[in-house]
C-alpha cells in the first residue's frame, strides 16, 4: 500500500496461495503500527507464477 505520492507505507506478504482468488487482509494500520490518515492510497498487487511469470495491478483505494 503506497501513499498518493508513491511512498510505500504498508506491505502485506509476501505469502504463498494456491490458484485461484485469494484474501489480504489491510489492517488500516503503517508498517510502524500507527493508523493511516484518511483519504487516497495505492494498492499494487504482485502475483509470481513457480515458472517465474508476474502479473502486477494497481487500482486506487480510499481509507475512510
Known amino acids: 500500500l503506497g ?3 508513491g511512498r510505500p507505507v504498508a506491505v502485506v506478504g509476501p505469502r504463498e496461495s ?3 482468488p485469494s484474501v489480504a487482509e489491510l489492517t488500516g494500520r ?3 503500527g500507527r493508523p ?7 494498492l ?3 502475483a509470481e507464477a513457480e ?3 508476474r502479473c ?3 487500482r486506487s483505494v480510499l481509507v475512510r
Open 18 to 20: 494456491s490458484a485461484g
Open 44 to 46: 499494487e498487487v504482485v
Open 30 to 32: 503503517a508498517a510502524a
Open 36 to 42: 493511516l490518515p484518511r483519504g487516497p492510497y495505492l
Open 3 to 5: 501513499s498518493a505520492a
Open 56 to 58: 502486477r495491478a494497481i
Open 51 to 53: 515458472a517465474g511469470e
